[in-house]
Structures are given as C-alpha cells and as structure tokens.
C-alpha cells in the first residue's frame, strides 16, 4: 500500500509566524510532489508543486523536496489569519495512472 | 477561463439508490480524474479517463462506475448506495503533456440516508 504521511496536527502559529508542514511518502518511484490547501467545504486548491530535489519557492510559500529521504515539506512565511485551512499532501503514482495519493492533511490555524 | 465544473452541488439519497454524478473539465484538458473525500481524511482515488478510456482504477467496488464522453467529460456512477458512500466527490482534470497537475472542481457533496 503506497502511502503519504502527514502530521495530523491541528497545528497552530501566531500571525506573521513561519507555519512549517511535513509530509512523507512510501513510493520511491514518485516524480510529482504536490501542496494543496483547503478550506472547510471546499475543494483542493493547488498551493506548490515541485518535481525535483531542494526548495521552490513562490511568494510567502516554499516547498522543499528530499528524494532521498521520502520527504516534502511546505513552509508558510509571515502566516496571515486566512492561511488557516487544512493543507494536503499529494504524490503521483508511479503507475500508468499517474493518480494522485493523498495524505490525510494539516489543520492549520493561524492566529491574529 | 473556466474551470472544472461539477454538479449537482449537494444531493441526498437514501440507501439502495443510484447517482450520477457529472464534471466537465477544463477547457483543453482531455483527462478527468474522479476522487472520494471522507470527512476528516485525503481524497481517494477512484477512477481516471482520457481518451475516453479508463487508464486507471483504486480500490473501489464495482458499484462504481464511470465514463468519459467525447467532449471530455464525464459521469460518475454510484449503484446501490451504502451508508459510508457518503462523502464529497471530486472531479480533477489534467492536461495531457502538460505535466502531473491536477485541478479540481468544487465537488459533489452525497449523503446518504
């Protein structure tokens, strides 16, 4: 059973506080790594994605990625109050389908 | 430019039904994904399409189904609806040669009765 693992949390940080979210994978045959942040009764909204060992960073959000160590993490800088959401993991398959294998997700909650 | 669409929104049902459920993806983008969300856990995936043929399945039941029409999109079916069937049903579409992103529409909320 290929899996992704994420901290359950909920985790919470003051406002303007790095928020810092970990997540570890089974599949060494995965490629695609993938952040996506949800809001309660709403869907998936893509954050990062990074394909390839060290950091990618847009805006206030950097993804890091280890191969070697089955690990991606997302850092959250100068956190705001509307970053609090559930934040899921995703890793592509290495198998034909490419399907997406989720983690069951962070509760962040930033607070003003 | 649009995104994926689903719908209906929100529908109830009550145990032994059928759903249909539908989803159009994004314009240009010819692979539709369809995923399950329990409360408090990740999607699961469960089936997806392109060329409107079935390239991959989860561990689902056959009380599952689904197929994709020539304009891309595509249904999902539910027979014989049990109890913890009840969940947000998600469709994502991708675009084939344009890398493993997957975007997701606003979902299907299903309870069933």
């Known amino acids: 059973q290929k899996e992704v693992e994420q901290n359950s949390g909920p985790l919470s940080v003051p406002e303007g506080a790095i928020a810092s979210l970990n997540c570890t994978y089974s599949?060494?045959?995965?490629?695609?790594f993938f952040w996506y942040r949800q809001y309660s009764g709403k869907s998936p909204e893509l954050i990062m994605s990074?394909?390839?060992?060290g950091d990618k960073e847009d805006g206030r959000f950097t993804a890091q990625l280890n191969k070697a160590s089955q690990y991606v993490s997302l850092l959250i800088r100068d956190s705001q109050p509307s970053d609090s959401a559930t934040y899921l993991c995703?890793?592509?398959?290495?198998?034909?389908?490419?399907?997406?294998?989720f983690g069951s997700g962070t509760q962040l909650t930033v607070l003003p | 430019d649009a995104g994926v669409t689903q719908s209906p929104t929100h529908l109830i049902k009550t145990r032994g039904q059928q759903v249909t459920l539908r989803c159009s993806p994004i314009?240009?983008?010819?692979?539709v994904s369809w995923y399950q969300q329990v409360l408090g856990q990740g999607p699961q995936f469960i089936f997806q399409y392109y060329e409107k043929e079935e390239r991959g399945r989860g561990n689902f039941p056959d009380r599952f189904s689904a197929r994709q029409f020539p304009n891309y999109s595509s249904e999902l079916n539910v027979n014989a609806l049990l109890l913890g069937d009840s969940a947000l049903y998600l469709c994502a579409s991708r675009e084939l040669g344009g890398g493993e992103t997957q975007y997701f529409g606003p979902g299907t909320r299903l309870l069933v009765l």
């Open positions: 314009s240009g983008h010819k692979s």
């Open positions: 995703a890793v592509t398959s290495s198998g034909s389908a490419r399907q997406l294998t």
């Open positions: 599949d060494r045959g995965s490629q695609s």
């Open positions: 990074i394909y390839s060992n």
